[in-house]
């Protein structure tokens, strides 16, 4: 890894990102020395301002961060590391530092499952699309998955990109809900293809 960095008093910021979630998980501080050491020992290793020594985390507590890649802003005066954390990365027994979940997040789609649980969770089936469909149950939501698929393969074999797009929409949709249906998320349907990658 060629670092070149421009570091303030021999100190430059180091963001940890989870090579996986891509959520930040940490801000440190390293210099030339904690770079080689995280280098050579494949574990983040940082200069510790407060007690004036390198310090590699999870020293203490076991919960290392192991890299996989370490790159340099346009700048050279900051650090992305992206690594893999074993166990929490806060030393308050959080995720990351902001006190969140390092869980991957899909953006928009993540939101939308959250707005189907609501949904499910509130049981308005008369004011809700979504609840009157948990209510009517797992064979209801799976014909609808089905019926969309139809769609979009009908859609596929015609040429109106819009009525595709449109039903694939409306199959993603239904898709989400009967994943809840059945007690899971997009998350878990992304490990498993995740385990199949070679």
């Known amino acids: 890894m060629n670092i070149d960095i421009k570091s303030s008093h021999g100190l430059i910021p180091a963001i940890i990102q989870d090579s996986e979630t891509k959520n930040v998980l940490m801000l440190g501080y390293m210099n030339e020395e904690s770079i080689q050491k995280t280098i050579e020992t494949k574990k983040v290793t940082f200069f510790s ?11 203490e507590s076991g919960n290392f961060l192991e890299l996989v890649d370490i790159k340099n802003d346009c700048d050279g005066d900051t650090l992305l590391i992206q690594a893999k954390p074993v166990g929490p990365t806060c030393h308050t027994g959080a995720d990351t530092c902001w006190q969140e979940e390092n869980k991957e997040n899909y953006g928009f789609i993540s939101s939308l499952e959250k707005t189907i649980a609501t949904r499910r969770e509130n049981a308005d089936s008369e004011k809700s699309y979504v609840a009157s469909l948990f209510e009517k149950g797992i064979n209801k939501i799976a014909q609808k998955v089905g019926e969309e698929a139809v769609e979009v393969v009908i859609e596929a074999k015609d040429d109106n990109d819009d009525l595709f797009l449109s039903e694939s929409a409306d199959l993603l949709f239904h898709y989400l809900i009967l994943l809840q249906a059945k007690g899971f998320q997009l998350n878990d349907v992304v490990d498993v293809l995740k385990k199949r990658q070679k």
Not at 51 to 59: A, D, I, P, V, Y
Request: aromatic share 10%; proline share 0%; no cysteine.
């Open 49 to 59: 301002r407060s007690k004036q020594r390198l310090w590699t985390k999870g020293e």
